[in-house]
């Protein structure tokens, strides 16, 4: 399937305006986003997107998505503590990954 330019244009402006993973950290509402079938239209999105910063926006919602809150024992992905120099890591991979 082909994402349609509006499609594209709707999902940058949730991305730029910072509807995001941040979103979708609670297990209520990745569980609609999931009955919506948002991570099929990810997928797709990402098969033609080029980018980076949406694909990376992308793949952050898409990791939450195929993990079911059951599956990791956890409500929400905000009450998870990252230790500061992991963030620093993370933060890094993120940057080398939009370089790219």
Same mark, same amino acid.
């Given at each position: ?9 709707? !999902? ?10 941040? !979103? ?10 999931? %009955? ?34 059951? %599956?990791?024992?956890?409500?929400? !992905?905000?009450?998870? %503590? ?14 080398? !990954?939009?370089?790219?």
């Amino acid at each position: 399937a082909v994402v349609s330019t509006q499609s594209k244009q709707w !999902y940058q402006r949730r991305v730029s305006s910072g509807i995001n993973a941040e !979103y979708i950290s609670s297990g209520i509402n990745a569980e609609a986003m999931r %009955e919506m079938n948002v991570y099929v239209v990810l997928r797709e999105f990402h098969k033609v997107e080029e980018d980076r910063a949406c694909l990376l926006a992308a793949e952050n919602i898409i990791d939450i998505l195929i993990k079911t809150e059951d %599956e990791i024992n956890l409500d929400n !992905y905000k009450d998870v %503590e990252v230790p500061d120099d992991v963030v620093d890591k993370l933060k890094k991979m993120d940057q080398c !990954y939009l370089n790219d």
